[in-house]
């Protein structure tokens, strides 16, 4: 191709993963991998490329891009599974039946089809940006490789909204899951809730400090501490059992909300610090 067409396809995936990113943020519909026809393939590698040569800056830069892409329509996969869910959830129709114990059950089939899907997606990277597996027992310590940091964060993310649902229904849906026949379905809540707690911690934990720092993704970032730091703070104070060291890593996020509420004065950063200080004065009272 021309380099004209190899910039084409670039820029086109640079702004449909932008698209996605700011949907999913101010909560408009998701177009999600699985239904999306792509008029473009993925990026074709750079003229030099070759395989053998990991250690290229350029042929590793592409190989973050394309894997940045597929676990973007991979996280949009799970957000529509994930929103679907919770809309049933939210149904006063469906709360007043109970819920459907087929429909849990199929959510958790799903659980596992993604949990395998992502697990294999990360052992298939090459080199250049492979990163170590962060199930348990996790080892969150700052990555040297940029890239592979960054691809780490939105591994650990894609876990952490694939067990939010379970979260949510151990939090605000009690007397549904009670009233559950099932009691391997009641194990598997148990089961999911305690990994999104986990992985909630371990989101907060990989910032390597990059929430200090201005950039494009800041915005982004601090919605996603706000959401962790509120599921940890409701978790602890409903007495469920906690990851050793949680506190810790709860308010060295906060104070960065804080920060960049100083700097952003009046916007939605410094409404996200508002949200949080009620919040620890919810559950200040409660405990």
């Known amino acids: 191709m021309t380099y004209e067409q190899y910039l084409k396809q670039r820029l086109y995936w640079t702004c449909l993963k932008a698209e996605c990113e700011l949907r999913a943020a101010l909560s408009l519909p998701v177009p999600t991998g699985s239904q999306m026809e792509y008029p473009l393939h993925f990026p074709a590698p750079p003229t030099s490329f070759e395989p053998q040569h990991y250690t290229d800056v350029e042929n ?34 469906t709360v007043s039946k109970a819920l459907n114990q087929q429909r849990l059950a199929s959510l958790v089939t ?7 899907y ?24 700052p990555l040297e490789d940029e890239f592979q940091q960054h691809l780490r964060k939105r591994f650990i993310e894609c876990h952490e909204l694939l067990y939010r649902p379970y979260i949510n229904l151990a ?4 007397p ?6 099932d009691s391997h379905l009641q194990w598997e809540v148990s089961h999911f809730s305690s ?18 720092y201005r950039s494009p993704a800041v915005w982004f970032d601090c919605r996603a501490r706000l959401c962790d730091t509120l599921i940890l703070r409701a978790a602890a104070g409903n007495g469920f059992q906690m990851q050793m060291g949680w506190e810790e890593v709860v308010e060295r996020a906060e104070r960065a909300l ?11 950063l410094g409404s996200a610090w508002e949200v949080c200080r009620w919040s620890r004065g919810i559950w200040a009272i409660g405990s």
């Open 258 to 268: 804080e920060f960049w509420a100083g700097v952003a004065g009046k916007s939605g």
């Open 195 to 212: 990994l999104a707690l986990s992985y909630a911690v371990y989101n907060l934990s990989t910032d390597r400090g990059a929430m200090w």
């Open 110 to 116: 799903i659980t596992r089809e993604f949990e395998a």
């Open 118 to 141: 992502v697990s294999r997606w990360q052992s298939s990277l090459p080199p250049s940006v492979h990163f170590p597996n962060p199930f348990p027992p996790v080892d969150i310590t």
């Open 60 to 93: 590793q830069s592409w190989y973050y891009y394309t894997a940045e892409i597929f676990l973007r329509r991979l996280h949009n996969r799970i957000v529509h599974e994930v929103s679907s869910f919770e809309c049933d959830l939210d149904s006063p129709v």
């Open 176 to 181: 549904w899951l009670d009233s559950l026949s």
């Open 171 to 174: 939090l605000n849906h009690l």
